[in-house]
């Protein structure tokens, strides 16, 4: 079970009596079928035996009556506390939103899908007890879904994800393991995870800017909100000639000086569209009780425009650097997209993939393929060394006593950094020398071949459970999408791993 340690600190859960939950319907000849069922009433077991749900709930609960308190602080709400009654709900709805956020991420594929499969699935809406006492509850849909997933933080669920590896290392577990899961020895590595962005095209940017400040301009004249101009649908039809124009104009002799051209009238209608929205936005801020939007929506609206505007005269700044003036920009200095200013070029140096766009991504794998550390790296890739001693940092039970990763975390500093912590240094050298002495011993020549199998687990992780490319946006977003991964990922191979009940009853029989 979770860890005590885990538990304190976070404020109990009301009693409550369990619902008679129905029997799932036996279906003949599909043995898929059946082992999706086992492994289903598998993880269904580890969730209530292993406290993992306890300790989801609880973490839950602490962060509703936090929010409670401050809305009482600030005089929106007449009580810091829930009352039973509020509170017995919650723990519920926390429940039903653990079971299908994890059906949802096993599963793959978008909300939308999600929950059409739900509402068509017995055995799912069983796993996440939507039928009680005989009643369908009420099918949540791709928003609900959504909101299920931000129900907590990441930092939280990295501590459920740290208790359930603490549980499955005991010797006798209450998830009742065959052999218990040896942590001491890790494997790291680190990828590229792809953002939902295209290709980084200067002048696309600047069309991508153009339609989302008049598509948000267009939501605010529509509640008859306006001030002088051109119909909005006119800008995004010039927008996208000129974007043509620009693509033609590279197959064609002379181009660059057309390109030049080009991009100055771009420009010129970015400077247009830009002042536009400014007015429509200020408009909107002043006289939003005026229409049938709420403040949410409104502020949703305000907001897509700011980010938009704070952004631009940088894009601005970068194509005209690179296309009039041929200068180079550096990567540190380049937006990749307007939408998730955090994505970086990640030169990977691979066949297919010499470059990419997206977050770089830190796994630390167990021997038997459990994700014990991850990191999601806000802004332009790191060094490995860097990453691993941010790795080493967050495992203050000190559990790892053998790291092994490939030549790009290998340096002087993290072979100084491992010996001062203890830490048997598993890294493959970068000098040859060095790595032709090393494999001499039989230990790290063993970890060198399983090494090999993390790269398998890096492409699970990646397009099984997280999705390629992530589809979620902003970086906190992000980072606790992942985070839910790594915590469906676990759960899901514990539901694999050998159970000693089960080999009692092989023996017996």
């Not at 369990?18 to 079928?33: A, F, H, K, M, Q």
């Not at 494999?439 to 992780?461: D, H, N, S, V, Y």
Request: with cysteine.
């Amino acid at each position: 079970m979770l860890p005590e340690k885990l538990l304190q600190g976070l404020p109990p859960l009301l009693p409550e009596q369990d619902d008679l939950r129905p029997v799932v319907p036996t279906v003949y000849g599909s043995i898929e079928y059946r082992i999706w069922r086992r492994r289903l009433e598998r993880l269904d077991e580890i969730l209530q035996t292993g406290r993992v749900e306890e300790g989801f709930v609880r973490l839950a609960l602490k962060r509703q009556l936090e929010e409670c308190q401050r809305e009482h602080q600030a005089g929106r709400r007449p009580t810091a506390g829930l009352c039973e009654g509020d509170q017995l709900l919650f723990q519920r709805t926390a429940s039903v939103a653990l079971r299908v956020t994890l059906a949802r991420t096993i599963c793959g594929g978008s909300y939308r899908s999600f929950a059409a499969r739900l509402a068509d699935s017995t055995l799912l809406q069983w796993f996440c007890r939507m039928e009680r006492m005989g009643r369908l509850a009420k099918i949540p849909g791709k928003s609900q879904l959504q909101r299920y997933q931000g129900m907590v933080r990441e930092s939280e669920l990295r501590e459920v994800v740290e208790g359930l590896l603490e549980s499955a290392a005991e010797e006798d577990s209450a998830l009742e393991l065959e052999e218990r899961v040896e942590l001491g020895t890790q494997f790291l590595d680190s990828t590229c995870v792809k953002l939902n962005i295209h290709y980084p095209t200067d002048w696309v940017l600047l069309r991508d800017a153009t339609r989302t400040l008049m598509k948000a301009t267009i939501l605010i004249r529509r509640r008859g909100l306006k001030v002088r101009m051109r119909e909005p649908r006119k800008f995004l039809r010039a927008m996208n000639r000129l974007s043509m124009e620009m693509t033609q104009k590279a197959r064609r002799a002379g181009s660059r000086r057309a390109r030049k051209a080009t991009l100055r009238r771009m420009k010129r209608e970015v400077k247009i569209v830009q002042a536009h929205a400014r007015r429509h936005r200020d408009l909107l801020a002043k006289r939003w009780p005026e229409t049938d939007l709420s403040q949410a929506e409104a502020q949703q609206i305000i907001q897509r425009i700011d980010t938009i505007l704070e952004r631009l005269p940088q894009v601005v700044k970068q194509a005209h650097e690179r296309i009039i003036g041929g200068r180079q920009v550096s990567n540190d200095e380049k937006i990749l997209s307007l939408y998730e200013g955090h994505a970086a070029v990640y030169v990977r140096g691979k066949a297919g993939a010499e470059v990419e766009f997206g977050s770089q991504l830190l796994l630390s794998e167990t021997r038997s393929g459990l994700i014990a550390d991850w990191e999601l790296v806000c802004g332009n890739p790191e060094h490995d060394t860097v990453l691993m001693k941010r790795r080493l940092d967050r495992d203050k039970a000190h559990r790892v006593k053998e790291a092994v990763g490939d030549r790009g975390f290998d340096s002087q500093s993290a072979r100084t950094m491992l010996a001062e912590r203890g830490v048997e240094n598993g890294i493959i050298p970068r000098d040859p020398k060095m790595l032709r002495t090393r494999l001499r011993e039989e230990r790290f020549e063993e970890l060198c071949k399983r090494r090999g199998q993390t790269e398998a687990r890096i492409g699970i992780f990646k397009n099984v459970f997280l999705g390629a490319p992530l589809l979620a946006k902003g970086y906190e977003n992000q980072a606790r999408q992942v985070a839910w991964a790594a915590l469906a990922h676990n759960l899901w191979l514990l539901t694999g791993l050998p159970v000693k009940r089960r080999t009692a009853l092989r023996q017996a029989a």
